[in-house]
């Protein structure tokens, strides 16, 4: 997956997912941006009136050392973290946005 930062700078990541379906997809990236070490995650989907609930949680190793090549000379650890938050909250919004989408579309091709 390509991804491009709203600052500009493109990465290309990879990721395997496997789906327990109706109740959760786990993850992990097996090529990662420069910020992380390790990252691996998971969405919980919970059945609601009228749709689906989806939580989502992440674990990051972060790279220290790559921290001001990255955010700059005066970036901290704290930094990195919330900027990676930030990252990860955006593109999982984004990719379940088009799940769901998608879902929508090919519910409306069965009716």
């Excluded at 493109?10 to 327990?20: E, N, Q």
Aim: glycine residues 8%; charged residues 20%; proline residues 4%.
């Amino acid at each position: 997956m390509d991804t491009v930062t709203p600052d500009g700078a493109a990465h290309t990541t990879a990721s395997v997912r496997v789906c327990f379906p109706g109740t959760r997809i786990v993850h992990k990236q097996t090529r990662l941006p420069a910020l992380m070490a390790a990252h691996t995650g998971e969405w919980r989907l919970t059945a609601v009136r009228g749709g689906v609930a989806v939580a989502s949680a992440h674990t990051v190793v972060l790279r220290e050392e790559a921290v001001p090549d990255v955010l700059g000379a005066g970036a901290t650890v704290a930094d990195a973290r919330a900027y990676v938050r930030e990252a990860l909250s955006a593109n999982s919004r984004i990719t379940l946005e088009r799940a769901k989408a998608f879902a929508e579309a090919a519910a409306g091709t069965l009716r």
